[in-house]
């Protein structure tokens, strides 16, 4: 698997966690920053991950800012990405099997590391279950191809 992460000035150390567990796990890392403690502008680190889960040149991505809001809603304006902002196991969990949610954001604001750590590992590893799920999932993307 292969995965970008990006975040602001608020998910550095998160993201920098994060990162160093996905290579444990074995999984490839594109870190697109940012590596600064001044502010910075989120969909500056939300777009360019986007853009890369959508054109297909990664499997995955996450994001971290301070809330994990703005984040996902700068990952949502990108064409083919589904972006589940989440704060629970369960949450992560049911948002892979039943969205195929293909980016993750959290806010660093919000979860302490351990959590957020534990999130992103059930995340990366659970699998969509497509059946019912897979019907709500083609709607959202027969929209999103028609719409302007």
Not at 20 to 35: A, F, H, R, S, T
Not at 89 to 107: E, P, W, Y
Request: aromatic share 4%.
């Amino acid at each position: 698997m292969k995965v970008a992460i990006g975040s602001d000035h608020a998910g550095v150390q998160l993201r920098q966690e994060i990162v160093q567990m996905m290579k444990e796990l074995g999984i490839e890392v594109i870190d697109i920053g940012c590596e600064c403690g001044t502010s910075v502008d989120y969909p500056d680190y939300a777009v360019p991950v986007a853009e890369k889960v959508a054109k297909g040149e990664v499997d995955r991505g996450i994001l971290i800012c301070g809330t994990g809001i703005g984040m996902s809603i700068a990952a949502n304006k990108v064409k083919g990405v589904r972006c589940a902002l989440v704060h629970d196991l369960f949450s992560a969990k049911a948002t892979r099997q039943h969205n195929d949610s293909n980016v993750l954001a959290m806010g660093e604001r919000v979860i302490g590391p351990g959590l957020a750590l534990e999130i992103a590992k059930v995340w990366l590893t659970t699998e969509y279950e497509g059946g019912r799920h897979g019907r709500r999932v083609d709607k959202i993307t027969q929209y999103e191809n028609q719409s302007v």
